[in-house]
């Protein structure tokens, strides 16, 4: 039996997922010059499923998807984005908590929390917009009209003993 890569699906899983991808809908106010159906064939959901596993369990970049495999990445990547829009990773998080909250049980009173779980402050919300404003943000320098600090030597006596 061949050994299967991560992010290929097996039919168990696929026969689970396939119910929530959304399908294309065409607007009924346009006017369309092609019949549906028409045009390039269309590359399969699962194709596209596949090829979204792939990009997140590898981390490589949309366009370095291998073409022969899954077909055009620009194509892949409209299919992600218009799959994220429509809340199909949403919902298939959420089939996927109940069928473990179903099999194992989720102990949903007790969880821990760890830093990674938790939203860091972006650049610009910790600080200013360098990165030596956070400075300024903690420790505003009183508006006096003079500079809150003075010259470590006094120009005036520079060079005289005291």
Known sequence: ????????VSDAFWEKVAPLIPLPARNPNKSYKRKAGGGRKSIPPRKIFEAI???????C???????????????????FLRWTGAGFFVALWQAG?????????IAWSWQSIDGAMVKAP???E???????????????????????????VDRRARGKPP
């Open 1 to 8: 039996m061949p050994r299967i890569q991560s992010w290929e």
């Open 53 to 59: 596993l792939y990009v997140l369990r590898t981390g």
């Open 61 to 79: 970049h949309w366009k370095a998807l291998p073409k022969e495999r899954f077909g055009s990445p620009s194509t892949i990547h409209t299919h």
């Open 97 to 105: 908590l109940a069928e473990s909250d179903d099999m194992e049980g």
């Open 122 to 124: 972006m650049a610009m």
């Open 126 to 152: 910790s600080g200013g917009s360098t990165p030596t404003d956070w400075r300024e943000k903690r420790n505003p320098a009183p508006l006096t009209g003079r500079r809150p600090w003075g010259p470590a």
